[in-house]
DNA sequence: AATGCAATATACTCATGAGTATATAAACTG
DNA sequence: CAGTTTATATACTCATGAGTATATTGCATT
């Protein structure tokens, strides 16, 4: 994209381009929001201190202020983090061939999976209570299309006959929030990977646990 | 209990009796865990000054503690409330006649509802982060009896063939994360009422989204 | 070399809110 | 009535943590 006609430099070299300054610089944004994320999770938003964010990767305060602003925008870069893994899952499955019931599976896997990730868990774990009307209003943007997504794999399912005939709303609602909860609980080291959790998950609520005659 | 040689006062009588004045109390301080549990949800709890919900019961902070000790009391209190709700939801379909099947579904329809009311939706707001590891240990005490009953009603289920056959663990993780979600989105006003979001959501859980042919 | 901007630290300010010491009034007990 | 307990208020203390003013270093651009 760039004509400057910076030299092939080795890998080596001390002296960096314009390029990777830049990447420098996101870098450290990302290891910044990724240990904040950690700990929101960990001890939740109002109990994590911005020192500690900064100690946990070695800078202080003042620095987290430089790269991203305030407590509340380190918060919503995270959960924006998360939403975007979200709409992408959306985009993927709408690419998949097949039925739209096997494209609501393969959307609701993915769901459950980035539910359990660290940006993820930030989105469950944070109620609307703990953001600004403003900062509100954009998650709500960013959560929108997310959910319009499920409903439009839903109605297409009704439609074509895959999927069982429900009120789109509720049955949306319902899937979300039993997909939602693991983010809730899940701990990275502990029990069954997320694939194999999402996998179970949405297989039963396919079948649903009433036994078939 | 009490063998004392009280009189049947008429009741608009200004003397009132140790009953009395323990039953009034009492309803003092199921006000203020009321207005708290109210306050915690709407706002959550670390941004939920004991001011604020002293003034709005019109007393004053010394007032809380004096009925309820501290903060996180006041918190532990409602989500008792709320956890014994849910466990008296268990004993009641325990108590029915019908396949174990038909119990589950009746204990979750009832659990959908509790975790909709107030202290309810206390106990679904509230992550372990925000507890003491005392706090954490009591809630967990009382929570666990009832993830039992849940499993007990599958795995009956399971062995009676009303239900299908699935790892408990993980179908019990699943109802119960869906259930307790409108915990989360539930506001008294909007929509349609608890029982009936309950009864759709189970139903839904119970045939599943997959269409029968 | 001079100037400016990027990155980071130290060392503050300031508000909030949990928890408490103390006073007071009413109500109950003997 | 005297003494004690209960219920409640006023008016503090004190820690924490968000956010900022300011200094420092060093690279970058001319």
Known sequence: MSASVQPDLQSTSPFRTA?????????????????????????????????????????????????????????????????????????????????????????????????MAEFGQCVIRTGDELLSPEGLEKLRSLKRPIDAAMRSFIVEGIEEGSIVSADPKMLAFTLAGALNWPGRWYRPDAGSPPSEIATAMVDILMQGFAARR
């Open 19 to 115: 390029e990777q300054r830049e990447a420098d610089r996101a870098a450290k944004r990302n290891a910044l929001l990724l240990a904040a994320a950690r700990m929101f999770n960990a001890r939740g938003f109002h109990a994590t201190s911005l020192d500690d964010v900064a100690a946990s990767v070695g800078v202080t305060k003042p620095t987290i202020y430089h790269y991203l602003g305030n407590k509340e925008q380190v918060l919503i870069e995270c959960m924006t983090i998360g939403l975007i893994q979200l709409q992408e899952a959306a985009a993927a499955a709408r690419a998949e061939p097949g039925t739209a019931m096997e494209r609501l599976c393969s959307f609701l896997r993915r769901y459950a999976e980035v539910n």
